[in-house]
């Protein structure tokens, strides 16, 4: 029989033992150290039965049992202790208390997904994960962030493997009841809700389940209510699944009903109204149309409301491929906000205008989330370096005009939270050797060297061990679970070897990760597995989405050649790759692989919590480690860029991964010395930790969010909703003149004067350029030289930029401006003349995407 209704019946704690409630339910135990120790001292086996989930725990834990440990004086004292230093924590000021009153009040962030602890399985991969770091950090640092997602009755899906090797599926029900999770309430005690209109008449009610991430409440809209019919409740089944219209209705609910549970949480609770809205990754981005509604009923015009919102609104871009962003068909959005759904005073065709792609290349038949994203955000971010130039091309149609690198899509390198994910023995030997700042302030990585060789080596054994142990018994399960028997299992035992050069893979798995590169030629990969002298061995692990047909292939590849029987000892997949799992392979790891198609890893995270575990990073330029490798922090595999054949430059890489793991990682850790230890090895385990430690904390990404971001957004909508939103109305009206008039605007000639034919270093030249204006005020505008090499071909490189002032106005619309530059570069070198708009409400020259060029 199979139960029609399913729930938790919660512990009832003895008195002494109450502040554990508390300690269970505020998620900063999931790193920290101290509180999950105290738990697992309960029941050590019961812990672990418990998925060490504390929540869990208390209600596994029997009557009798806690009754015992009530009456126990040391422990009731462990318990208190916790309980105050919770209750320090939360109270202490934190970084951005040192900002001042120009930081804003309150942040949202808003996120399809949440990486916070296996106990709260709210995500898929590297965006949820980086989006749990994020509020990680800000609570660390006191920034007031408050998170707001879905709650996904059976998360993403639980991974296992058919005899065959084959990916499979399974979705477990959640009972919130039994998460880490309180339902938010009306003052009379009942669920508190947020609507959200339908088309047909319908109406989608939510309600809000808030966790507690340290300092950070983070809202999740749960659709799985009465009131309900059975299609809407069942929006919020399950993370990105479903077909177009189910994933617009999560992105509508997420968006427009993200807003309205932040209005509900501030009516409840009194906190401040957010000041800066974050939207991370396009799916979110209907929060901007619910905020524009939300102006207009104040009174605003759309073009008004539009401003007042952008100045206010980060958007940040994790796709750097066109494919991987959400795009819906218009009739789909006409249908969503058209018709008896419009909202007053925000015509569909205004909404379709925001997400159109309206730029050469662009489909005109569909509404794309990212575009609106960026219509929507004064400020957007790429998440490294190099996906900040990537995505800068790849939405260059936006501000036509303009080349790449002056598009205003600026980098914010994401970061990892390092109390999750360092192991406790590595943060051990970083208190002792070099002080507790490493761990609470993330300093001292310069002081590495005080660490002994020995000590070092010990530590990373001891890791790889535990993973080793962790991978044997978790390969066990995975077989018994594709129908073997245990009576041929025994095998499991000695697979893997804990003083063996452990290198790790693991990600999703779509294609362009490359799952199967390293199978490109089987022998030469087992020729490294199984080296007399010098043996490698490969954990692997990587879930595909469940519609990814091309993915669930490359994993049975991968399966099928690790169940070898000649190599399977030196070979693992691993199924079920999650949070839980990750926390003993970063650690455990020697090397670090990454091998994607460059340039399509946006920043990737992995790899930095390998590093700061003391591993070694083995990966194609791509990402982050782009801009941070530096030669003797790990390897850069050779990319074969420009081969247009993708076969021919999979085996060039694949070649080149085999050399690099042969020749120099292989040789490089088993050259050992007198005492047995591999010192030049240890040496780059050194210089990983001294030049990426700092580099790769969640800690620098936030407060680089929170400087280069969130203040300046909170000054800009300040200023713009100031007074009646005075701000808002005029750089409406502005831009709407400008875009009137812009057509006119032309730079009619230029002259120069100062150099001859023979320019020298230190040369002054005088420019006077003479443009049309028509009716904009030369106020209005920003005349510059932009100067800088060319080429053969005279295309400009630009190095600098001199803003030129006005010199005459002639009457008729036309006006003389004019300026010096100095020359500083030698070898080929040329000007051009532009004219740019100019409000100082503006974030950039670049934001209104007009520009007159010579």
Excluded at 177 to 188: A, C, K, T, V
Excluded at 457 to 483: I, Y
Excluded at 703 to 713: C, G, I, S
Excluded at 774 to 790: A, K, Y
Aim: proline share 6%; net charge negative; glycine share 10%.
């Amino acid at each position: 029989m199979r139960a029609i209704r399913r729930f938790t019946v919660r512990t009832v704690l003895p008195a002494p033992l109450a502040p554990l409630a508390e300690l269970a339910s505020n998620l900063r135990w999931s790193w920290h150290k101290p509180t999950r120790e105290l738990f697992e001292s309960m029941d050590p086996l019961a812990w672990v039965a418990s998925y060490r989930d504390p929540g869990a725990l208390l209600g596994a834990l029997g009557t009798e049992r806690l009754e015992q440990l009530a009456t126990d004086p040391e422990f009731v004292g462990r318990v208190d202790r916790a309980a105050a230093d919770l209750r320090d924590y939360l109270a202490r000021p934190g970084w951005y208390a040192s900002l001042g009153a120009d930081a804003p009040r309150a942040i949202a962030y808003f996120s399809m997904e949440f990486g916070i602890t296996g106990a709260l399985p709210q995500y898929s991969g590297g965006l949820g994960i980086l989006a749990g770091d994020h509020l990680k950090s800000a609570s660390d640092l006191a920034v007031p962030i408050v998170g707001v997602g879905l709650f996904y009755a059976t998360g993403y899906f639980k991974q296992s493997l058919s005899r065959d090797g084959w990916q499979q599926e399974t979705y477990p029900v959640l009972d919130p009841d039994g998460l880490p999770l309180s339902l938010l309430r009306e003052e009379d005690g009942s669920p508190a809700r947020v609507s959200v209109d339908l088309p047909g008449g319908r109406t989608l009610f939510a309600q809000v389940w808030k966790a507690q991430v340290g300092r950070v409440p983070l809202l999740l809209l749960d659709s799985d209510v009465e009131g309900n019919d059975e299609a809407a409740r069942g929006i919020t089944d399950r993370l990105y699944g479903g077909g177009g219209e189910h994933r617009l209705q999560q992105e509508l609910l997420c968006g427009v009903g993200g807003v309205r549970a932040l209005r509900l949480w501030s009516r409840l609770t009194g906190a401040p109204t957010p000041e800066v809205y974050h939207t991370n990754e396009g799916h979110a981005g209907f929060l901007g149309v619910e905020r524009i509604r939300e102006h207009v009923a104040a009174g605003l015009e759309f073009g008004e409301a539009l401003e007042a919102v952008r100045a206010a609104t980060v958007f940040t871009t994790h796709t750097p491929v066109p494919a991987g962003i959400d795009r819906f068909g218009r009739d789909q959005i006409e249908l969503y906000f058209g018709s008896d759904n419009a909202l007053p005073g925000v015509g569909v065709e205004k909404i379709l205008a925001l997400g159109a792609e309206d730029y050469p290349g662009g489909d005109p038949s569909v509404f794309n989330m990212a575009v609106m994203g960026l219509r929507l955000a004064q400020r957007a971010n790429g998440v490294s370096q190099l996906h900040g130039a990537v995505s800068r091309g790849m939405f260059q149609g936006l501000w036509s005009g303009f080349d790449a690198p002056e598009v205003p899509i600026s980098s914010i390198t994401n970061g990892v939270h390092a109390p999750t994910w360092v192991a406790p023995e590595v943060i051990a030997m970083g208190k002792q050797y070099i002080g507790t700042e490493l761990v609470s302030e993330g300093k001292g990585f310069e002081k590495v060297d005080q660490v002994p060789d020995e000590e070092i080596w010990r530590t990373r054994r001891v890791l790889r061990g535990r993973l080793v142990e962790d991978a044997r018994r978790r390969l066990k399960l995975s077989w018994m679970q594709r129908g073997a028997s245990e009576a041929e299992l025994a095998w499991t035992r000695d697979v893997l070897d804990p003083d063996v050069l452990t290198i790790g893979f693991a990600r999703r798995v779509p294609t362009y990760k490359r799952l199967t590169l390293m199978l490109r030629d089987p022998e030469r990969l087992r020729a490294l597995l199984l080296h007399p002298e010098r043996p490698v061995q490969l954990v692997i692990a990587g879930k595909s989405h469940p519609a990814d047909e091309t993915g669930k292939r490359l994993i049975q590849q991968m399966v099928h050649f690790a169940d070898d029987p000649a190599v399977r000892h030196r070979i693992v997949f691993l199924p079920n790759y999650d949070i839980t799992m990750a926390k003993t392979l970063y650690p455990g790891c020697d090397v670090w692989l990454n091998n994607p198609l460059r340039p399509f890893e946006a920043c990737g995270t992995s790899g930095m919590k390998s590093a700061l575990n003391g591993g070694l990073n083995l990966s194609i330029l791509d990402g982050w480690w782009d801009e941070w490798f530096d030669g003797g922090n790990g390897w850069a595999i050779p990319t074969a860029d420009g081969i247009d054949d993708p076969d021919r430059r999979d085996d060039l890489e694949a070649a080149a991964l085999y050399d690099l793991v042969e020749n120099s990682v292989a040789a490089r850790y088993y050259d050992r010395d007198e005492r047995g230890l591999p010192t030049r090895w240890l040496e780059m385990v050194r210089h990983t930790l001294a030049s990426l430690g700092p580099k790769v904390l969640a800690s620098r990404m936030v407060q680089d969010y929170v400087q280069q971001l969130y203040v300046p957004a909170a000054r800009a909508g300040r200023a713009a909703t100031a007074d009646g939103a005075a701000g808002a109305r005029d750089l409406a009206v502005w831009k709407a003149g400008l875009r009137q008039h812009w057509d006119r605007v032309r730079v009619d000639h230029v002259e120069s004067s100062g150099v001859g034919d023979s320019a020298q270093i230190g040369d002054v030249v005088q420019v006077r350029a003479f443009v049309t204006l028509e009716s904009i005020r030369p106020q209005d505008v920003e005349v510059q030289v932009v100067h800088g090499r060319v080429n053969d071909a005279d295309e400009l490189r630009p190095s600098g930029i001199v803003p030129l002032t006005p010199a005459e106005d002639f009457g008729d619309g036309r006006h003389r401006f004019e300026g010096q530059l100095t020359l500083r570069q030698t070898g080929p070198f040329g000007y051009t003349v532009r004219v740019l708009p100019h409000h100082e409400g503006l974030a950039t020259a670049a934001e209104v995407g007009l520009v007159a060029n010579a």
